[in-house]
């Protein structure tokens, strides 16, 4: 028994070549209406920045350590990577290009009305992005009808990074700096307690222990051997005063020799991270800087006007196919 099923592949032919001629006058027709509304469209120039994350290590180290592990001219990690891109996609950023370019004006939003940060946010996204490359470096693009301040905007954040980066490096290296500056102050002093504590005992005549006790241990043996029993108790007192101080002595001693060792490391300490405060490093390496771009990025007119034609050429077939398909059902019935 023959089948009535429309979507057979004859009465399918059949039916686009009874409809050709509306079919085609609804692509034409579609192309007309997108190319009027696509010339309506701004034009919009893309400019683009590459770079690459630097190797964020302390440069102090580089100055003061013997033994230096990392290299500061080395490209970045992806975690590096990673990092920079955050910055670059941050409030900080953002709201410095904002704020520098006069985006409120230029884009047409008033800031005193409701949902204007929102309205900001949402077209500063479309217009300006920041992403990692498959190669490991980040790209930033900015679009703008404006193909010079598409440049400027691009080759601003690319500063701009370098910017925040430092400030927040020296933010931290600036706190660390400054315990090491206390911790330095509290070891002097207590250095300095301990000097005039031995400074007293020097003035008691205790000079260097060990020495002063052979000395006097031997002299004493040699009064004692003669007979001169009134040098000998002489120099037992003394060596009975020095006994006594010799605790003391002692304990200075081996504590300044330690303290000391302490503060020279807390001097280089204290020098290592005074620059890395002070110090602006690059945090990227730029590889393409961005210019002007002499021929729009968007819109691409004849793939609107063809997307537009093939859906309206679509969207018609099925709408006659369907009311096609109901007659011929009630005309069965």
């Known amino acids: 028994?023959?089948?009535?099923?429309?979507?057979?592949?004859?009465?399918?032919?059949?039916?686009?070549?009874?409809?050709?001629?509306?079919?085609?006058?609804v692509g034409f027709l579609a192309a007309v209406a997108a190319s009027g509304v696509s010339l309506m469209l701004d034009e919009y120039y893309e400019s683009t920045?590459?770079?690459?994350?630097?190797?964020?290590?302390?440069?102090g180290e580089q100055f003061f350590e013997e033994t230096k592990k990392n290299d500061l001219l080395a490209y970045g990690e992806t975690e590096d990577a990673e990092r920079l891109l955050q910055i670059l996609n941050s409030h900080r950023i953002r709201n410095r290009i904002i704020e520098k370019y006069d985006l409120?004006?230029?884009?047409?939003?008033?800031?005193?009305?409701?949902?204007?940060?929102?309205?900001?946010?949402?077209t500063y996204g479309s217009n300006v992005s920041a992403?990692?490359?498959?190669?490991?470096?980040?790209?930033?693009?900015?679009?703008?009808?404006?193909?010079?301040?598409?440049?400027?905007?691009?080759?601003?954040?690319?500063?701009?990074?370098?910017?925040?980066a430092n400030s927040m490096r020296n933010e931290r290296a600036n706190e660390a700096y400054k315990l090491a500056l206390g911790a330095l102050a509290q070891t002097?002093?207590?250095?300095?307690?301990?000097?005039?504590?031995?400074?007293?005992?020097?003035?008691?005549g205790i000079y260097d222990f060990e020495t002063q006790v052979?000395?006097?241990t031997a002299q004493y043996g040699m009064a004692v051997a003669s007979g001169r029993s009134a040098a000998a108790n002489t120099l037992k007192k003394d060596l009975e005063r020095l006994g006594t101080l010799a605790n003391g002595?002692?304990?200075?001693?081996?504590?300044?020799?330690?303290?000391?060792?302490?503060?020279?490391?807390?001097?280089?300490?204290v020098e290592l991270m005074r620059v890395d405060a002070e110090t602006q490093l690059s945090s990227s390496f730029i590889v393409d800087y961005a210019s002007a771009a002499d021929k729009k990025a968007k819109p691409v007119r004849?793939?609107?006007?063809?997307?537009?034609?093939?859906?309206?050429?679509?969207?018609?077939?099925?709408?006659?196919?369907?009311?096609?398909?109901?007659?011929?059902?009630?005309?069965?019935?």
């Open 1 to 25: 028994m023959p089948s009535n099923n429309p979507m057979e592949s004859t009465h399918l032919l059949v039916f686009i070549y009874r409809n050709l001629k509306t079919l085609i006058a």
């Open 49 to 59: 920045v590459v770079m690459f994350a630097t190797s964020q290590h302390s440069l």
């Open 104 to 122: 409120y004006t230029h884009y047409n939003i008033d800031p005193s009305e409701p949902g204007a940060k929102t309205d900001m946010a949402l």
């Open 131 to 164: 992403n990692l490359t498959r190669f490991g470096s980040i790209r930033v693009q900015v679009l703008d009808t404006d193909p010079e301040l598409a440049r400027d905007m691009a080759n601003d954040m690319a500063f701009l990074v370098d910017s925040v």
């Open 188 to 204: 002097s002093e207590q250095i300095a307690q301990a000097e005039d504590s031995l400074a007293s005992l020097h003035a008691l």
């Open 214 to 216: 052979e000395g006097l």
């Open 249 to 269: 002595y002692n304990n200075l001693s081996a504590y300044l020799e330690a303290a000391y060792e302490q503060q020279s490391l807390l001097k280089k300490r």
């Open 302 to 333: 004849w793939l609107i006007v063809v997307m537009t034609s093939v859906v309206a050429v679509g969207a018609a077939f099925l709408a006659m196919l369907a009311w096609d398909t109901l007659q011929r059902a009630q005309n069965a019935s």
